[in-house]
């Protein structure tokens, strides 16, 4: 059975920033695959001076007592519903059992300073197996900045996924910031089609830096049009867009529009409560565009439309929060937290 959690986003992955600080063995194969956000690749042919090349983080046989470990920074801090400890490719040397704990630290911890944080363990020592997308959920419901996978007694993982809400410092909230980031919060909650690859991308940190990582749908070939709908990281007004098609040189859409709801006034599945923030308006492939956004637009969700179908590597919503959601925003930071965050690295 699939868990619900693994539709959240992965707050690991490089994709939004994250790292993998340190291990204490990566003999085999580096630890930062661990965070790679493509699926695991094999070729079967290769091999190189220490043995098999895996697409993953891959300790050597192990002579004493004792296990393994990883440390990760999540590139968002968040509230993790579950973890996904892949050992795709890893047959007859995957690790038994696996565990994961998590710490909060508030600052930039050196990797000594990680030695001796307060972690808190999420997932219990485990069994896991090979080739295989192990799924742990977690009831948890702390905001955590770091996690350290365990592996028992040694052996390679090919990805750790670790699913949740980004919960982002109010701190970091203030001024004009983009309201569907997903490092300040801002995640797709619905869309018609994501064959190639989920509209989640389009709103992940920094510019795209191919077609791979953007959205893009199959080729629509019976009527309609394809869209993605986000919930932003918290109810704001925008002021402008930006609607990069960068790298989309033949399937760029034709036009796209954005519609908005406020949930606070109106549910989610009123139709009648959407109301349009940028009118279809025609764009050109491999692009960058802005659009200034006129009127109320205070919203919690946005819709993008793209007719008739097409891809876009990043989508930006520019705005601020209004003054009850930014109090909002910092009590649920404040809720989230655990009695003993620590300020480390300051
Ligand atoms: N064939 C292997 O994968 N062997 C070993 N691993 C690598 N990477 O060569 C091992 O002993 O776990």
């Not at 911890?109 to 944080?117: A, C, F, K």
């Not at 994501?194 to 992940?204: E, G, K, L, T, V």
């Not at 070939?221 to 993605?228: C, I, L, M, S, T």
């Amino acid at each position: 059975m699939t868990n619900q959690f693994t539709g959240l986003p992965d707050l690991a992955s490089r994709a939004l920033g994250g790292s993998v600080s340190a291990a204490n063995d990566e003999l085999f194969a580096q630890r930062e695959n661990l965070i790679r956000p493509e699926a695991p690749f094999f070729d079967p042919n290769e091999f190189g001076h220490k043995g098999k090349v895996y697409d993953g983080w891959e300790t050597r046989r192990r002579r004493e007592e004792g296990h393994d470990w990883a440390i990760v920074r999540l590139g968002a801090a968040g509230i993790v519903h579950g973890v996904v400890v892949d050992t795709a490719y890893f047959k007859g040397n995957y690790p038994p059992f696996v565990s994961v704990e998590a710490a909060s630290i508030d600052g930039y911890p050196s990797i000594d300073e990680l030695e001796n944080v307060q972690w808190h363990t999420i997932v219990e020592k485990s069994p896991a197996e090979g080739h295989t997308a192990n799924e742990y959920a977690v009831t948890d419901r702390h905001c955590w900045t770091h996690v350290r996978l365990s592996i028992y007694p040694d052996g390679g993982v090919a990805r750790l996924r670790v699913h949740g809400e980004v919960v982002a410092d109010p701190r970091f909230l203030s001024g004009t910031i983009d309201l569907l980031a997903a490092e300040n919060g801002g995640h797709l909650t619905d869309c018609s089609d994501a064959f190639y690859a989920s509209p989640a991308n389009i709103i992940m940190p920094g510019r795209a830096r191919n077609m791979g990582e953007g959205w893009e749908n199959s080729r629509r070939r019976n009527g309609g049009n394809d869209f993605a709908v986000f919930a932003l990281a918290a109810a704001g007004s925008a002021r402008y867009v930006e609607i990069d098609t960068s790298y989309y040189v033949g399937n760029a859409p034709g036009w796209v529009s954005l519609s908005a709801i406020d949930t606070r006034k109106s549910d989610l599945a009123d139709a009648a409560a959407w109301f349009d923030l940028l009118p279809r308006t025609a764009v050109q492939p491999d692009t960058r565009h802005r659009f200034l956004l006129e009127g109320d637009t205070a919203a919690t969700h946005l819709r993008l439309d793209v007719y008739p179908d097409g891809g876009l590597s990043r989508l930006r919503l520019f705005g601020e929060l209004d003054a009850e959601s930014a109090t909002q925003a910092y009590q649920r930071w404040l809720d989230a937290q655990p009695g003993d965050a620590e300020a480390v690295g300051r």
